[in-house]
């Protein structure tokens, strides 16, 4: 069915944000080549736009985006879509309240993946935006949806919005694609504190009422929440 003008005009907005986003991948230095992705849902429709398989950052634009359905199938666009738009498009499928997904294989959450370690609730900007340990998800092979099913059973059991895939790297979500790249650069930078403080020691938990006091003032009264 063709897509209404206002559709069209969504997903054209949408285009533009998630290639601009890409460039946050690069920005915070969280991906080395092409190893790494950012997709958007299409608020209210089966669709939704996600970065082209393989081709370089410097070659995003609104134009290079790809639009596909949620089961990764093909609906606009001259590439061919990320190689992990199925485990993106289960996401969409199954968790209604996110509009964004990231992929990246950033180093020090990486290397956490690798060992099949999850990040402890060690400091306060691991209790702000991850409200607890950042989880270990099953180790899964790309091209189906098991690494979908991977990232949305081990998100359903956590509030954090970030996934390490065991041997492979982390997954993140949010409520919309900036939110997704934000919970990206975010776990990335708590990786490498906790993995620099465990070279020097055994660093503290938090307790948890202190962690659940921490993540509500940061979801829902950090920043301008207010009208001025
Ligand atoms: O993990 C993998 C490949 O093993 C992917 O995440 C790529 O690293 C990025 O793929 P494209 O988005 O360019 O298809």
């Keep these: 069915m063709p897509m209404s003008t206002a559709v069209l005009d969504t997903v054209a907005d949408l285009c533009r944000t998630v290639a601009a986003l890409h460039g946050e991948l690069t920005r915070n ?25 393989g081709v370089s950052y410097d070659q995003l634009t609104e134009d290079t985006m790809v639009v596909t359905d949620l089961h990764g199938e093909l609906v606009h666009g001259r590439f061919a879509p990320s190689s992990d738009t199925a485990a993106h498009a289960y996401v969409y499928r199954h968790m209604p309240e ?15 993946a690798a060992r ?91 307790r948890q009422e202190d962690i659940d006091r921490l993540h509500d003032r940061y979801q829902n009264v950090y920043g301008q929440h207010q009208e001025r």
Excluded: Y
């Excluded at 969280?30 to 398989?53: F, H, Q």
């Excluded at 990246?104 to 290397?111: D, G, Q, R, V």
């Design 116 to 206: 099949g370690e999850p990040i402890p609730c060690v400091l306060t900007m691991i209790a702000d935006e991850f409200g607890g340990e950042v989880p270990v998800g099953p180790f899964a092979m790309i091209g189906d949806d098991s690494i979908g099913r991977g990232i949305v059973d081990t998100l359903r059991g956590s509030r954090s919005p970030a996934v390490l895939m065991r041997n492979h790297g982390p997954f993140t979500v949010g409520r919309d694609a900036r939110s997704a790249v934000k919970a990206a650069v975010m776990v990335e930078d708590v990786a490498r504190t906790v993995h620099i403080a465990r070279q020097l020691g055994t660093p503290e938990p938090l």
């Design 29 to 53: 230095e969280l991906v080395i080549w092409t190893a790494g992705n950012v997709s958007a849902r299409v608020p209210g429709e089966d669709l939704m736009v996600i970065k082209p398989s």
């Design 98 to 112: 996110v509009g964004g997904v990231v992929h990246t294989h950033s180093t020090f959450a990486t290397a956490w």
